[in-house]
Nanobody, 128 residues
């Protein structure tokens, strides 16, 4: 079992920045693909970005590319989502997720159904 703990959400004005963190006490993310998802009220959970924790490869949704950056600190066993130029439409609960890294060329999964472990989520609210 992999327990994921997110932090870093909050209230920010449009144009501002937030950095979300995801860690797992006592469990390494080595050999896992880590995903960030978000879910706004009334909407389905949508893919934001992903990173292969061991090698650092990344993949982004179209709306996050150029504004958001996913990264990891290997030794702190932590994954980050740096969000810049935030917009009111970015308001959502943001979730960290994990699945085993199968080391295939199309390693990233865009569907929440493919991830095995989830954090509790952290609220991000962007005011206009």
């Amino acid at each position: 079992q992999v327990q994921l703990i997110e932090s870093g959400g909050g209230l920010v004005q449009a144009g501002g920045s937030l950095r979300l963190s995801c860690t797992s006490p006592g469990r390494t993310f080595n050999n896992y693909a880590m995903g960030w998802f978000r879910q706004a009220p009334g909407n389905e959970r949508e893919f934001v970005a992903a990173i292969r924790f061991t090698v650092g490869h990344t993949y982004y949704a179209h709306f996050s590319r150029g504004r958001f950056t996913v990264s990891r600190d290997y030794f702190k066993n932590t994954v980050y989502l740096q969000m810049n130029s935030l917009k009111p439409e970015d308001t959502a609960v943001y979730y960290c997720a994990a699945e085993p890294d199968l080391s295939r060329p199309d390693w990233y999964d865009l569907s929440s159904l493919d991830y095995d472990y989830w954090g509790q989520g952290t609220q991000v609210t962007v005011s206009s």
